[in-house]
Every structure is written in C-alpha cells, then in structure tokens.
C-alpha cells in the first residue's frame, strides 16, 4: 500500500466526527492493506511506530526539506527507513540520523510528511484510540469485536492481534491466552458518591474490599523470576523489591496477582500517596538489588535489606493466573477463594461480604478511620474484565475526585506571576478520543507545584500566547471537588465546583482519563465510568 493511503485515511479519520464513519474508514484501509503490512500499517493508524526508540527528537523536526511532489513511498518503504534510523547509534550519530531522517522526509509529500511527524512526535490527534481500532480491526477481519478487545487485552499489541484476525480469523484471536510475565491492562473501577449507589450498581449481595491510596500493581511470578508491573505497565520489579520478596515466598509455581502497594508509619497506618510514590521512585538497579524479572533471580533473603530500606508493603485483592490455570473467566468468588489459598491473610486487603447500605456503610467508615482512601464494592459473581470499567467494580470516596486533562495554562498574577499557574481542565470524550473543557482552577497549588509545572508545560507547548499557553493534552491530574454544576460556559454542559489540584498523576496516561461521561453521571446523581 502507498503510504499516502494511509496519510489520507488518518486525515479523514481527524475530519470526521462520528464514531461509526471512523471505524468504516479504518476499517477500509486496514482491508486494503497487504497482509505483509497488517501490523505495520494498523500501527501507523494508531499513531504507534513499531520502534519504539528512534533517537528522533522535537528538534529534529523543524528544519525539514520540501514535500516530494508525487507519492513514491509505500508502508513497507516507510517501516524499512524508520528501522534504519533507529538503529544509528556511536559517534556520529547525529548527523547519521539527521541524514536519514531528510532522506526519508524528502521523498515523502506534504500529507505524508505531516503523518510521518505526528507518528514520530506520538501525537496523532484522528481519535483512533484503541477502542476504534478495536471496532475497525473486528469490522476488516469479519470477526466478533469481543474477540478483538478480548485478545488486544490478553496481547497487549494492536499490531499482533491485527495480524491474526486479517489472516487467522476468530480461530487465531482464540489463541491468545495470559502470558506470565506479560501484563494486561487492569480492570477498572466506576465511581459512585455512595455505597447506596454502587450497592444500586453491583446488586447484592456484594463485597466491599479496603480502598488502598498507594500504587497499583500487578505480579507476575514464573519460578523464581518475579516482574511488578504499575497499572500503565511499566516495569518497576528493581524498585519494590518487598514486593519480589513477598511473591517470592508465596507456595506456588506460576502466578499472577493484581492489588496495591503502599508505605506504612510505624503505627502501620497508610502513608500519604506522594510518600508512597516517592519510595517506589527510589530507583534500584537489578545487580544492586539481586532483583530479575527473566533470569539471575536472586534469593528473597537477598533482597530483604533493600526491602527495609524503601518499605512498601504489598496487598492483594485478586488472581488472575495460578499455576498453568487462567482464572480472569471465572467468578470474582472463585478467584478470591484460590487467591485466600495462596497468599497469607496479612497480605490480603480487606475484605467483607454485605447484604444491604448500612453493612457496607459501616465497613466504608471503618475504611475511613484506618486511614484508608475509601471502599471498592464488588460484584462476586463477575469475571475480571481486564482493561474495562464496567459496574461490578464501584469505588467510593469521601470526597469527589476526577483524572483529568491539562489542556492549557495561563500565565498567573501577583504572588504567581511568571509561574503558569490556571489550569485548563479537560474530560476524555470517549466517542471521539478528544477532551472537552469542564472548567479552570489554580486551588490546592503550592510554590513547588507551580514551579514544576511550568517547566512540564513550558515542555508540552504547543502554541504560546501571552496569556494562555495551549500544550498536548498528555499531563493527567488529580481534581477534587465539591459537585458538578450544569453549565452553558463550557461545551460539556457541565463543570466542576470549587475544583482544586490534589497531585498530578504521572502514572496515568491521558487515555485512561476519566471521560465526560462520568461527569455528566456524577451530575445526575448515578454511578459513573
């Protein structure tokens, strides 16, 4: 295929508003591409290179040669320079890759030329996030799209699961299973303002597990190699080696464990999340620690000094993989029964079975007084839905808060003058991957915060005013508030009260952003998304 195809249908899919004429233009190019360059191309639709590091900066960017008059590359052509240039290491390098890279740029039209920097700056903004391609994968290969989100679940890589269902069909989309020692995307909580109103969400009877502020993780053990991913995937085994340790001595073969990592006082109450976040921030290199995740694993009793030093204790609320056996089909019961078999009761997070509001207030407020977060109340007959919010788990808080989306920031005034300071807050509009404004606020920012995020934004610029700086909506933030307003200030038709910044969430992608759906839910009074 040319890649100028390509270049056309992701400049239809930006033009184009609704979900269901994306999908039919995705859906398109993906039919018209040669089997060879299935998973190449169904990255490229999804703003994904399938080299992960280039060496290509922003800078590299701006001093670009003229746009080729006629289209002469094709998606193979494209793959093949990108490999090239990725590959440029040693002295030299900078002008090796600066060659290549106008090279490359050289022969590639204006319209191509404005993919290729979108693919190389990771800011393809046509709304074909993963649930379109999910759809538009499904809707190619004439396959069930459960199967396709299904297997993009269990693979974690679009261009995998594309491949199999353009050549294998549902039979090969059934062939992708758990791999231990590769994550899946976690399952999700919805929000709720009650434990009446997630109890209305999951039906009773439920359980209501502790809700732990700390970082989430989940482990994979195979023998004695043990990998602790974060809840956005990344790998943080040689930082939380408590963790290794405690899976480590865990009765078991093969296993993998979803649930929360935190730091305790010395009374064993939860320590702030910014304390918490900072302890597993303490970098640990694997030769330091004894720490693997494939291989040369040490002894637990190895990583036992380390452990006391960064003190991050481990509780687990589920098990999705024990000794050969996939467990995320069956019941949330079932789950639980194999996980209370495996792991010590002290490593467990806290967990009561209810039959009605006041058995699960009482548990939300003892929650409360531990100095817990707040409660996630389940539905025990629920699979895990790896990767989905759905209403078999409902989270409630004492207070409201949402991710949210920087969009922008002015410049403040007074006291905050040359810091920027009022932040443009936005809500992921699920339809269409875009993010829709639901109000500003600069409460709750320190001198240091302020600091820090005008060096973050200064860096996410992507237009400067005198007044507003406008930036990629990538960073994620913690907002509380106090109740959600009908609004016809803002497009939503919502916005936020008395919003105010708790933290900015660093290990959350602007994709996993709550959506305005959610919001509109909170206004009218339902459990939310």
């Known amino acids: 295929m040319r890649f100028l195809d390509l270049a056309a249908t992701s400049a239809a899919v930006a033009a184009t508003s609704g979900r269901r ?65 990725a590959a440029v290491h040693g002295p030299g390098s900078q002008a090796r890759r600066r060659h290549l890279l106008a090279a490359l740029f050289g022969a590639a039209t204006a319209d191509e030329q404005r993919l290729l920097v979108d693919l190389f700056r990771g800011e393809l903004r046509q709304g074909a996030q993963a649930g379109l391609l999910a759809d538009a994968v499904a809707k190619a290969a004439d396959v069930p799209v459960t199967a396709v989100r299904r297997a993009l679940l269990l693979a ?21 299973g758990l791999q231990v020692g590769r994550p899946l995307a976690p399952m999700l909580a919805q929000s709720a303002p009650s434990v009446d109103a997630a109890l209305q969400a999951t039906g009773v009877p439920a359980v209501v597990d502790v809700k732990l502020d700390g970082i989430r993780i989940q482990v994979h053990r195979s023998g004695d190699d043990v990998a602790v991913f974060t809840r956005s995937l990344d790998e ?5 080696p408590g963790v290794v340790a405690a899976v480590r001595a865990l009765p078991v073969r093969d296993v993998v464990l979803d649930g929360e990592a935190i730091g305790l006082d010395t009374a064993g109450r939860p320590l702030p999340f ?22 040369g694993a040490a002894a637990a009793a190895d990583v036992a000094p380390l452990a006391e030093a960064t003190a991050l204790t481990p509780y687990f609320f589920d098990l999705l993989h024990l000794d050969g056996d996939d467990l995320i089909d069956l019941p949330g019961r079932q789950r639980w029964a194999r996980l209370a078999d495996v792991v010590d009761g002290s490593l467990l997070v806290g967990r009561a079975e209810v039959e009605d509001p006041e058995q699960a207030g009482a548990v939300f407020a003892a929650a409360l007084d531990a100095g817990q977060e707040g409660v996630v109340v389940k539905s025990p007959d629920a699979p895990y839905d790896a990767g989905r919010r759905g209403t078999a788990w409902v989270k409630v808080k004492p207070r409201h808060t949402l991710d949210l989306v920087v969009l922008a920031v002015e410049w403040g005034s007074g006291r905050r003058e040359g810091w920027l300071s009022n932040l443009h807050l936005g809500a992921r509009d699920p339809r269409t991957g875009e993010f829709v404004m639901l109000g500003k606020t600069f409460k709750g920012l320190t001198d240091d915060l302020l600091r820090w995020q005008t060096e973050r934004f200064l860096g996410l610029a992507v237009e400067r005013g005198d007044w507003v700086v406008r930036v990629r909506p990538e960073q994620v933030v913690e907002i509380a508030f106090d109740g959600v307003l009908a609004s016809t200030r803002y497009p939503g038709g919502v916005a936020l009260r008395f919003a105010r910044v708790l933290r900015y969430r660093d290990d959350k992608s ?20």
Request: aromatic share 2%; net charge negative; hydrophobic share 45%.
């Open 21 to 85: 004429a994306k999908v039919e233009l995705l859906a398109d190019a993906l039919r018209a591409l040669d089997p060879s360059e299935v998973s190449v191309g169904s990255g490229y639709l999804a703003g994904e290179l399938r080299q992960r590091q280039t060496g290509v900066g922003w800078a590299s960017l701006r001093d670009l040669p003229p746009p080729a008059a006629e289209p002469t590359l094709t998606v193979t052509a494209v793959d093949a320079a990108i490999d090239e240039i």
């Open 274 to 295: 910014p304390q918490t976040s900072s302890r597993a921030a303490r970098r640990a290199t694997a030769a330091a620690t004894g720490v693997t995740s494939a291989g």
């Open 156 to 176: 974690g890589d679009l261009r995998a699961v594309a491949l199999a269902a353009r050549t294998g069909g549902a039979a090969a989309l059934a062939g992708f």
């Open 236 to 240: 943080i085994t040689a930082r939380v």
């Open 510 to 529: 602007a994709a996993e952003a709550d959506t305005i759906d959610t919001v509109r839910a909170l206004h009218a009074g339902r459990p939310t998304d």
